[in-house]
Nanobody, 130 residues
């Protein structure tokens, strides 16, 4: 059974930091890129960051500068380190996986849309108070 389980969300004050984790199981981790998305109430989902199994990283506008994605392939886990958090970072954060590395794969240009993701987690809530 494929599972993506997010953890690490919670309530934090503006300026604080959180580290989210995404634990993957049920598929060959090395064959997939893992991405973080977020969705705030009343807003559309947006891509935060993505990492391929060879360590290549991509950031959406919401993830540039303050967020860092990393991966521990031995643990099949991807992390999102978030710093200098702002109230507008309040959202449910989801991780998702998309197969990559095959002929025709174009994760760099498609991950942020989210529509091509093969698997999704259930999300973890991040609340940033002012």
């Amino acid at each position: 059974e494929v599972q993506l389980v997010e953890s690490g969300g919670g309530l934090v004050r503006a300026g604080g930091s959180l580290r989210l984790s995404c634990a993957a199981s049920g598929f060959t981790f090395d064959d997939y890129a893992i991405a973080w998305f977020r969705q705030a109430p009343g807003k559309e989902r947006e891509g935060v960051s993505c990492i391929t199994s060879d360590g290549t990283t991509y950031y959406g506008n919401s993830g540039k500068g303050r967020f860092t994605i990393s991966s521990d392939n031995a643990k099949n886990t991807v992390y999102l380190q978030m710093t200098s958090l702002k109230p507008e970072d309040t959202a449910v954060y989801y991780c998702a996986a998309v197969e990559w590395g095959f002929e025709g794969s174009d994760v760099e240009n498609t991950w942020e849309r989210g529509g091509d993701m093969d698997y999704w987690g259930k999300g973890t809530l991040v609340t940033v108070s002012s």
